[in-house]
């Protein structure tokens, strides 16, 4: 599976941004997916996850409430719908895929990653 994230930009406090992650390979609706970030000097850390058939998903205390996880398996796509950003949500954006093992919040757990999105949220 190869993906490809997409959407981010600057936005003020407050604001909106979705981002997009396209995958490729026949498989895609076997894996379940996750969101991860990274700001400056810190280390990546779990945002959100979404299980394989969509039915399930699982958010950072951090997120919850403003950000919304959603993926279409027909297209291969998977989306994170962030919404009253806060500057602390600045960071690159990377979405990845797990076929399971180590739980959904763990890096290790997953599979395959995409190339990250730089999303800037300004004050």
């Known amino acids: 599976v190869q993906l490809q994230a997409s959407g981010g930009g600057l936005v003020q406090a407050g604001g909106s941004l979705r981002l997009s992650c396209a995958a490729s390979g026949r498989t895609f609706s076997s894996y379940a997916m996750g969101w991860f970030r990274q700001a400056p000097g810190k280390e990546r850390e779990f945002v959100a996850h979404i299980s394989w058939g969509g039915g399930s998903t699982l958010y950072a205390d951090s997120v919850k409430g403003r950000f919304t996880i959603s993926r279409d398996n027909a297209k291969k796509m998977v989306y994170l719908q962030m919404n009253s950003l806060k500057p602390e949500d600045t960071a690159v954006y990377y979405c990845?895929?797990?076929?399971?093992?180590?739980?959904?919040?763990?890096?290790?757990?997953?599979?395959?990653w995409g190339q990250g999105t730089q999303v800037t949220v300004s004050s």
């Open positions: 990845a895929a797990r076929l399971g093992g180590l739980g959904p919040t763990e890096l290790r757990g997953y599979d395959y």
